[in-house]
């Protein structure tokens, strides 16, 4: 399995940022890692091996990148408004940096957003925002309302708000979105959400999916038995969910 390591001065961090890439061909699979997690972590929880049969048939092909969340989102010595800006500017660096590594190494097939916990919140916040660049979505145990308090999962902006947090949270700015054309794009992308049934997030993930039928975008909301919130249960998540063949992957999402 072909697997590269990349390393670069980000401008629009200001920083070195790494990532790893897993297969030579097929779907381009953008993969965040969990809350502070690092670009090695998909590897070190076993997920890449869950898939090595597609990766080395040239069916999907990962780019695992680094988070910055420990200088956003969970940053608190800084201000709510600064942790929020500090996102953007990792969201300018995909869009910017990553995306062009992307096309220059495979300019075929689909892509793909997937995370888990945090993770999944950057790759449903990636495509809300900007679907023509996604084809499609798979999220994992996701939380999409950085603002809620639920159990030990705080507010990460500590009661602040501004538009600029509105427009990086799915569940507020989603049900006011009226663009003919994203709401296009949006009904032409295969998403995905599993979640535990025990999950302190399932409601934020119910509510979310409500808001996507009311906009007429098609999607599977799946349950998995439990909080289902560790990488023991991801890892039996992926090979039905993320990487299933053809076939599967239509009984999957007409289940």
Not at 49 to 68: H, K, M, N, P, W
Not at 85 to 92: G, K, L, S
Not at 120 to 133: D, G, K, Q, W
Request: net charge negative.
């Amino acid at each position: 399995m072909n697997r590269e390591y990349h390393r670069w001065w980000s401008p629009r961090l200001q920083r070195q940022m790494e990532l790893l890439v897993f297969g030579h061909a097929g779907d381009r699979t953008l993969v965040f890692p969990t809350r502070g997690g690092r670009f090695y972590e998909y590897e070190n929880m076993g997920m890449v091996e869950q898939a090595r049969d597609r990766i080395e048939a040239g069916e999907l092909q990962l780019y695992c990148v680094d988070s910055v969340d420990a200088e956003s989102f969970y940053c608190w010595w800084a201000h709510s408004q600064g942790r929020i800006e500090r996102h953007q500017r990792y969201e300018d660096y995909l869009l910017e940096e990553v995306f062009p590594l992307m096309d220059l190494k495979n300019g075929y097939g689909k892509t793909i957003a997937h995370g888990c916990s945090l993770g999944a919140f950057h790759a449903a916040n990636l495509a809300f925002r900007h679907p023509e660049r996604i084809d499609r979505l798979v999220a994992f145990s996701g939380r999409f309302d950085l603002t809620l308090s639920i159990e030990s999962f705080r507010d990460l902006f500590d009661g602040y708000y501004s538009e600029d947090i509105f427009f990086h949270t799915p569940a507020h700015y989603l049900p006011g979105l009226g663009c003919q054309r994203r709401l296009d794009l949006l009904r032409k992308m295969e998403i995905v959400f599993l979640i535990g049934t025990d999950d302190p997030f399932r409601e934020n993930n119910e509510r979310l999916s409500h808001v996507l039928w009311q906009k007429g975008v098609w999607h599977a909301l799946r349950y998995w038995e439990g909080r289902a919130h560790r990488a023991r249960f991801w890892k039996q998540m992926a090979p039905l969910f993320l990487t299933p063949s053809s076939r599967d992957q239509e009984n999957l999402l007409s289940m």
